[in-house]
């Protein structure tokens, strides 16, 4: 059988027991990758799920746009709603988290605190995560922005950025005149 006929069946299969599951024409979906239930999750045309990748709505939505590839072993946990434009390269090891855990309080534990949203992630087209990125809630990255590898986000990001470090830091613009970015040290 082959790889098309394998991610034809595995997107089939997902969207049988996963009805929030939307997916697009041509998309490959590896059978390793992981679309949990519990919101709703949306693959565009052409968009690419790669093995070890796990979609957690969390009671939110995961949407993702058309050509996307998402690699290996990246984790989208959507409860504050994650929106991913067209083109965009996340490569493995990622994680975007668009909810928090309460604190506040240091009579009970934290882990019955509660969760909440900050307003959810948005990563707007064309925009490349290299390894390893942190995106955390409440964030957008704007069209055409790059984050090095190992880069932790917890700010918006201005179009056409180049982001790097902890917390990220912008060294460049793909925009302006003559700035030339360096590379990430990142392969998709």
Known sequence: MSMGLVHTAT???FRLINRDLTVGRGVQFDPRAFPARGGRISLGDST????GAMLVPGG???QIGRNTTVNQYVVIYGEGGVS???DVMIA???AL???NHRYERTDIPMREQGTYSKGGIT???DVWLGCHCVVLDGVTIGRGSVLAAGTVIS???APGSIMAGVPGQCIGNRLEAGDEPEPTGSTE
């Open 97 to 99: 988290f668009a909810g």
């Open 48 to 51: 690419i799920i790669r093995a």
């Open 155 to 157: 700010r918006d990001v």
């Open 60 to 62: 939110g939505s995961i």
């Open 11 to 13: 997107a089939a299969f």
């Open 92 to 94: 493995s090891h990622c």
């Open 123 to 125: 990563i707007d087209d």
């Open 84 to 86: 991913i434009g067209d």
